[in-house]
């Protein structure tokens, strides 16, 4: 059953309007990634895996919630027919046109759909189609969906909300199909945000938003809907929101990134290694907000330097709520300045985006500084 | 499998059949998906002029004729059991407006002049319709059953303010009684509703939701979002428009160029009707249709009840400082509790006497309970930090561990006193 649907998945996959693998080099106007994937398998979960790109990992771990609970549902623009990024694919059809719908075209009518349906219980998995365009719904989210069960004492909240939007650079996104939000919402008191740096850590991360008791909001890195590739498990699993995770132990430098950026960074710990014989500890936060303070600390008390690196503008992104934190915490540990690698101070330029993206090289040359300094 | 094959080719040779049939160029027909139209050879454009405004349905009429619908009349009980709500959110008005003026509470907003709106509509629900409200309805809540005492915890910010003191006065909200909580931004609370409703359609239940909301309010963005929502999803849900003429001091006049709010029902495919908001039967029965009719239908309704804003927005503005002293005069003589009031002395159920009684005995047990939640202390300081997220996460257990401590070397410069000690 699964395999039929991964098959369909993948004929499916193969029609997707963003071409971002491999096969894209065929075409001189589309460039290649600016990154290697590292898949993230082997996680301490027993039982069958499969190999499955993201968006068919989500498509299990949404398939998933709505076998669980009859009281969920899906809806967003576009999702009934399988969903720009195929990540709905064929869930109307198994679970009913009632509980996987389309919505008219309006992002403050869709979370704010999804807090009423939250408010009755009904889990509601809400979809912006690109986080772009989840700003006309900034308001629904933080004015009411973070604030709600705090102004009303607990007696209202809308814990089952989850929103998942396609996040970060693609390629040829131009300013409105590349953003990284997250810390516009980071600000926000009341929601939880995360971002899963491919197939593995989406179907968990997606399931313990859905779980989760807070209104969470899954970005998900655009790029990595194909090009991540993992033995997923194929049973339910949770992947806990608050907790970074090592993704490579190091001692000279920690190099601290989230979604894309994670295989960006680890890349750079090979070149490091390669030509300045260090090893750098790379953490994946996975979690944005609340954002595990202890296990960055730790590792940069241990290695003395940290650089942060994220797709995102550097003035007020969530670099800076990192960098000032361990600067408090680990003051008398630090060897080097901390420095922030990231998207320039500029909208998200199209023809431009190698040269705006934090990518290898400029994170190398930051790495270099800071282990001169 | 060869016969559901079979069976799968014929109805796609249907389906190919039927398209054929809808995309003929032989009728002269329009085909465009949406839209069920005719073709016309005139340039006529199409505005508010060219079709009548939509009448205000009544029952209350100026000669003091009363022409109830064919349902039958009700019961006297519950006719005095609205009056006696209407009269209570009056007086509750005016001794909560004194009390901001003398500083005992921070802010307030009264209901002069739309108690028949509140208490019409609120008489023909029912305890399981879920109520989304802006902030002037404090009578849906008060016919719901809420108590006296809770309004004014929640005023005052008491320890036994369900919300916890965290919000401003007027911002009430109740699981018991099914009214969720207010909140201050505009119109958010229109879509939510319609997300609820929706919900109320998945479990199959008899009941709706009814959302109230101004129409200053309709103007944002949200309000579009609602009703397309509402009715391309099939939303058991009652929009309450109270159209009381003003938005703090923008007219309604600079709010719209349409026929109100009412004219943008049908555009969206929303049942509509337009309501004197100053006659509480027809405020009741209107809403009682719509009621039956949203739940058989599982579609929405829209309502709008036409009446006026007697009070000041709220204790921070002075409305005469933008509208005429002899307007409001005006208005107070179509007030809705004398019309209330004149149909039942017609009755014969009320009289000047047991006005007079009403009055005191009310304003007596509104001043008792007012005394009552001023007295109490505020809530512990900590419930700052509680409910944030349903858990309380490790950096903010940090910063209630931070002010804590700094609570300890510099209290006497908090007003702690006023607020629960133990916890």
New interface residues.
């Given amino acids: 059953m699964l395999g039929k649907l991964s098959a369909r998945l993948r004929y499916a996959g193969k029609r997707l309007f963003l071409n971002c693998n491999a096969t894209s080099a065929d075409f001189k106007h589309v460039r290649l990634i600016h990154f290697t994937y590292f898949p993230s398998n082997g996680r301490n979960v027993v039982g069958e895996t499969q190999k499955l790109n993201m968006y068919q990992a989500i498509n299990h771990g949404l398939a998933l919630a709505l076998e669980n609970d009859p009281?969920t549902?899906i809806f967003g623009e576009d999702v009934a027919f399988g969903g720009v990024f195929r990540c709905t694919m064929d869930l109307k059809n198994r679970f009913g046109a009632?509980?996987v719908?389309n919505?008219?075209l309006?992002e403050?009518?869709i979370?704010?759909?999804?807090?009423?349906?939250?408010?009755?219980?009904?889990t509601?998995i809400a979809e912006i189609q690109f986080a772009d365009y989840i700003f006309?719904a900034f308001?629904?989210l933080v004015?009411?969906a973070a604030?709600?069960?705090?102004?009303?004492?607990?007696?209202?909240?809308c814990?089952k909300l989850t929103v998942r939007a396609p996040c970060g650079a693609v390629g040829h996104g131009g300013l409105y199909h590349s953003q990284s939000p997250e810390a516009y919402f980071a600000h926000t008191?009341?929601l939880?945000i995360v971002v899963p740096r491919g197939a593995t850590h989406a179907k968990g991360l997606l399931l313990s938003c859905i779980d989760e008791?807070?209104p969470c909001i899954m970005f998900e890195p655009k790029v990595l809907y194909r090009t991540a590739i993992d033995e997923v498990p194929l049973e339910r699993y949770k992947i806990e929101i608050?907790k970074a995770e090592i993704v490579r132990e190091g001692d000279a430098v920690t190099l601290v990134g989230w979604g894309t950026q994670v295989h960006v960074l680890l890349e750079v710990a090979d070149l490091v290694r390669e030509q300045l014989d260090v090893s750098c500890e790379v953490i994946d936060l996975i979690s944005i907000l609340?954002w595990d303070?202890?296990l960055v600390c730790e590792s940069a008390r241990k290695t003395g330097r940290l650089v942060i690196a994220h797709e995102a503008p550097m003035t007020n992104g969530f670099g800076a709520e990192i960098a000032a934190t361990v600067q408090a915490e680990c003051f008398l540990h630090l060897e080097a300045p901390v420095r922030r690698v990231t998207g320039w101070d500029c909208p998200f330029p199209h023809i431009f985006e190698q040269f705006y993206l934090p990518d290898k090289w400029r994170c190398f040359a930051a790495v270099r500084d800071i282990l001169n300094y | 499998m060869i016969a559901s094959n079979l069976l799968r080719k014929l109805t796609h040779l249907q389906r190919v059949l039927l398209q054929i049939k809808k995309y003929g160029t032989a009728v002269d027909k329009p085909q465009f998906l949406g839209i069920n139209s005719i073709f016309t050879n005139d340039i006529q454009f199409v505005n508010k002029d060219n079709y009548g405004s939509i009448p205000i349905y009544r029952i209350f009429e100026s000669s003091g004729n009363v022409k109830l619908p064919d349902d039958k009349k009700l019961d006297n009980a519950y006719l005095l059991n609205m009056y006696r709500d209407m009269v209570t959110i009056s007086i509750m008005d005016k001794i909560m407006y004194e009390s901001h003026r003398q500083g005992r509470i921070s802010f307030y907003m009264t209901n002069t002049g739309e108690e028949a709106v509140q208490i019409g509509s609120a008489a023909a629900l029912t305890p399981e319709d879920?109520v989304?409200a802006q902030y002037r309805e404090t009578g849906v809540l008060l016919h719901r059953g809420y108590p006296l005492i809770k309004f004014m915890n929640q005023c005052y910010g008491n320890c036994e303010?369900?919300?916890?003191g965290?919000?401003m006065p007027v911002?009430y909200?109740?699981?018991e009684f099914n009214f969720?909580?207010i909140?201050s931004?505009l119109t958010?609370q229109?879509?939510?509703?319609?997300?609820?409703?929706?919900?109320?359609k998945?479990?199959k239940k008899d009941a709706c939701?009814a959302c109230y909301f101004g129409e200053g309010a309709a103007s944002e963005?949200?309000a579009?979002?609602?009703f397309?929502?509402a009715a391309?999803?099939s939303c058991p849900v009652i929009f309450f428009c109270r159209n009381n003429g003003y938005a703090i001091s923008t007219s309604a006049v600079e709010q719209f160029k349409g026929d109100g709010i009412a004219a943008k029902g049908p555009a969206y495919g929303i049942d509509t009707i337009r309501v004197d908001g100053n006659d509480v039967l027809a405020m009741y029965y209107a809403t009682k249709s719509a009621r039956d009719f949203c739940i058989k239908q599982q579609k929405p309704v829209l309502i709008e009840a036409m009446t006026y804003r007697l009070g000041h927005h709220s204790t921070s503005d002075d409305s005469t400082v933008y509208r005429s002293t002899e307007e409001i005069a005006q208005w107070s003589t179509y007030a809705p509790l004398a019309r209330f009031r004149d149909y039942l002395e017609s009755l014969g159920v009320w009289c000047q006497e047991r006005e007079q009684e009403l009055l005191n005995s009310t304003r007596k047990e509104i001043l008792r309970v007012l005394a009552e939640a001023e007295k109490k202390l505020k809530p512990h300081w900590k419930e700052l930090f509680?409910?944030?997220?349903?858990?309380i996460?490790?950096?903010?257990r940090k910063q209630v561990n931070l002010m804590e401590k700094h609570l300890e070397e510099f209290r006497e410069h908090y007003p702690l006193d006023s607020f629960i000690h133990k916890k």
């Fill in positions: 009281r549902v009632a509980r719908f919505t008219p309006c403050q009518g979370v704010g759909f999804g807090i009423g349906l939250a408010n009755m219980g009904v509601a006309p308001d629904q004015n009411e604030k709600m069960r705090y102004r009303s004492g607990g007696m209202f909240d814990g008191p009341g939880k008791p807070d608050g609340p303070a202890e | 879920t989304y303010d369900d919300g916890k965290r919000q911002h909200g109740s699981k969720v909580t909140s931004p958010t229109l879509p939510q509703a319609v997300g609820a409703a929706y919900a109320l998945l479990d939701v963005g949200d579009h979002a609602a397309n929502f391309t999803l509680t409910d944030v997220y349903k858990e996460p490790d950096h903010v």
